[in-house]
């Protein structure tokens, strides 16, 4: 065992970054899905704009990356705020009118996406430094990598105590639960739920920002992004910060080491997993309280 690790050290460790990225993606659509029980399926997009941020204010200064997290973080709130506004008046009309739209949604900012920016993938740096590879026991790793494992790990504890920790996110869940008692002491739940849906939104395109120079911005990453979340989603369960990152760090190992042992497999190896878990537990792996 000892020797198969040291021998795939490498792809474990992308595992975990692959992992952690797609739970900064999937984490808002967990969440809006599971407590505002909307269909979002612009979401990947959400993360294609964030990249091309990533890209466009790319100076290869810290700095630069800093400006982008902020840009993209906005881009996405607004983006979030703007669905929030179309998807409102189909609260009622079910999953399939709310996939339809989101759908539409994802071809035309795509296309304009595609207009200002080509056709081609866009290779992002990171900045300079964050270049260069360091010795991980005897194997060379990208420093800008580790350094997004521990941004994103920062992240994921964040969005857990907010959500799961604080009294915002007691509200948030108490909301969900019963949104007219919520309503009766005077809250205004709309804009509670609305929140979340826009703060989804804003970690999807932060996702695009820092996952730029590992998943870089090109036409068609918004659907593979979109697959990978709403499998996630499904393995970890719907509504659950614990859940996106169970869910997503058991995917990132499944993909990343499926791709370097068993290429040809490797969709077989993830849609199974989702399979063998929905199985076993077909609530996901750490449904929410509220939800399950």
Do not use: C
Not at 4 to 17: I, P, Q, R, Y
Not at 78 to 99: E, I, K, V
């Amino acid at each position: 065992m000892t020797g198969w690790l040291n021998g795939n050290l490498v792809s474990v460790v992308d595992g975990v970054a692959f992992g952690l990225l797609l739970f900064t993606i999937a984490v808002g659509l967990s969440l809006v899905f599971g407590m505002m029980d909307v269909l979002n399926l612009a979401h990947g997009t959400l993360y294609l704009a964030g990249a091309y941020v990533a890209y466009a204010l790319s100076d290869g200064s810290l700095w630069g990356l800093v400006l982008a997290l902020a840009a993209g973080a906005l881009a996405g709130g607004a983006g979030g705020a703007a669905l929030t506004f179309l998807t409102r008046p189909l609260a009622r009309r079910g999953h399939l009118d709310q996939a339809l739209l989101t759908l539409g949604i994802t071809f035309i900012v795509a296309d304009l996406l595609a207009a200002a920016f080509g056709g081609d993938v866009l290779p992002t740096d990171p900045p300079r430094a964050l270049r260069g590879t360091v010795h991980l026991l005897g194997h060379a790793y990208p420093v800008y990598r580790l350094v997004f494992i521990g941004v994103a790990a920062g992240l994921a504890l964040l969005v857990y105590l907010v959500f799961e920790r604080s009294s915002l996110g007691a509200l948030v869940r108490a909301a969900v639960a019963d949104r007219d008692m919520v309503g009766a002491l005077g809250v205004d739940v709309r804009k509670v739920l609305y929140g979340v849906f826009a703060s989804g939104a804003a970690l999807a395109a932060v996702g695009g920002v820092l996952g730029a120079p590992i998943l870089g911005p090109g036409p068609g990453v918004d659907e593979t992004v979109l697959v990978l979340s709403l499998v996630v989603v499904v393995v970890g369960g719907l509504g659950s910060v614990r859940g996106a990152l169970a869910g997503a760090l058991l995917i990132g190992q499944v993909q990343t080491l499926g791709v370097a042992l068993l290429p040809e497999y490797a969709p077989f190896l993830l849609f199974g997993t989702m399979l063998i878990v929905l199985v076993v537990r077909p609530h996901g792996l750490v449904p929410s309280a509220v939800r399950a």
